[in-house]
């Protein structure tokens, strides 16, 4: 099998075995998204779902937040992972839309992460969801499964090489796609603490097996 018949399976195992995969956060507009995806770092789609509506109620757009201090914002994000450093982030990056871009979320990769706590993984998820652009963001999930799945070299070490193997293999129309994928794969089936092989769609096609 050439590895582009190989992704080509992979994908259409994915497509019938997890076609509900999709981001998991709530959000009602482009900031919601851009901090909601900001605190997700290293942190549950769940437990910041359960903090962000009294979050959002607080401070519904960059203008709102960007008075705010950061120990005002900290107040309400207290239960998310590293909650110091991302009231900090978050305070200085709504302060930052409002002085460079009129409080709007900009739409470009470049422009995003100019922002204050703003990774190419953040920058990936929001304009591609925001704004339509086709890429994979790389978080924990997505390196470990496509490493799993020999869908990338082992010379592939950081999420930077892993986001351009993956993005020039995979279908521009399918990328967004794609990294939901291997996340919610990563979250149920090969998990990072271990594989679960035996109960795995891709168990017969995994060059992990084979």
Known sequence: MTQKEYYNKVI??????????????KFSNNFELLVAVMLSAQCTDKRIN????????????????????????????SSVSYPNSKARHLSEMSQQLVARFGGEVPSTFDELTSLPGVGRKTANV????????SCIAVDTHVFCVSHRLGLVPARCTTPLATELYLTSRVPTEKQLKF??????????????RKAHCDDCFLSTLCKRRL
């Open 12 to 25: 259409e195992l994915f497509e019938i075995n997890l076609p509900e995969a999709d981001t998991e956060l």
């Open 50 to 77: 359960m903090m962000t509506p009294a979050l959002f109620s607080a401070y519904p757009d960059a203008m709102a937040m960007s008075k705010a201090t950061v120990d005002d914002i900290l107040e309400y994000i």
């Open 126 to 133: 929001v304009t591609s969801h925001a704004f339509g652009r």
């Open 179 to 192: 990294h939901f994928y291997l996340l919610e794969h990563g979250k149920r089936t090969c998990t990072l």
